[in-house]
């Protein structure tokens, strides 16, 4: 079944304690990108990835570190979680066609306390 | 700065009713827009994308518009089933980076 895997569901930490959010998709996308979702703001994006090694920013950057080693996975890394970055993350993958869809996760639900 | 508003930010129907859901969008240089199905506790599903060129999209039940003169978007849900109760997203895409402006979603609940 092609699908966008993201773990985990959920995560509660405290500050300060780094944490990794793994995503991988099975469909050979080229494109992935992560995304925050907070009540009132809709989705905003955080970093993409147009391929293997090709990082970019999105809107809300800080606080992020993204990589995109091999094709499938494409890992959301805090390095210093703070309250602020409690969110509803997604993961998308898609192709590089400008009318291709996104392949969205189900979604990580991360508690900073 | 590009910027996508919808409305209204909720609705309730009764099942089997049709609605409409307004998008508008200050987002340039347009490339495509996008209407989006999200249950709650899910990732968004996509359920069209129109180009510049495109005035109506249809999936199904949902049907979406676009006028990029007046730079508004609607998505029409005819005979609606309990299962739509969901958040819709409007979703454009600016120039020729992967650069997505996303809506805030419209919440619609639909009552038996």
């Known amino acids: 079944e092609a699908q966008v895997t993201q773990n985990p569901r959920y995560l509660i930490t405290v500050t300060g304690k780094k944490l990794t959010v793994t995503c991988s998709q099975n469909?050979?996308?080229?494109?992935m990108s992560w995304y925050r979702q907070d009540p009132g703001l809709g989705l905003r994006q955080i970093y993409y990835s147009m391929n293997v090694e090709v990082t970019d920013k999105g809107d809300v950057p800080e606080g992020y570190k993204v990589s995109r080693k091999e094709k499938r996975n494409f890992p959301l890394i805090l390095e210093s979680p703070s309250p602020n970055q409690t969110s509803l993350y997604f993961c998308?993958?898609?192709?590089?066609?400008?009318?291709?869809?996104?392949?969205f996760g189900n979604g990580t639900r991360l508690t900073v306390t | 700065k590009n910027q996508v508003e919808q409305s209204p930010q909720s609705l309730i129907i009764l099942e089997g009713k049709n609605c409409t859901l307004q998008c508008n969008y200050t987002v340039s240089p347009f490339s495509n827009l996008r209407w989006y199905k999200q249950d709650t506790g899910r990732g968004p599903v996509s359920l069209t994308i129109?180009?510049?060129?495109?005035n109506t999209k249809s999936n199904g039940r949902y049907t979406a518009t676009l006028d990029a003169d007046t730079k508004q978007s609607s998505l029409h849900i005819t005979a609606s089933q309990l299962s739509d109760s969901a958040s819709y997203i409007c979703v454009v895409s600016a120039g020729s980076a992967r650069q997505l402006t996303f809506g805030s979603g419209t919440q619609l609940t639909v009552l038996p």
């Open positions: 129109m180009t510049f060129s495109e």
């Open positions: 469909m050979n996308h080229e494109y």
């Open positions: 998308a993958s898609s192709r590089m066609g400008f009318d291709s869809p996104l392949h």
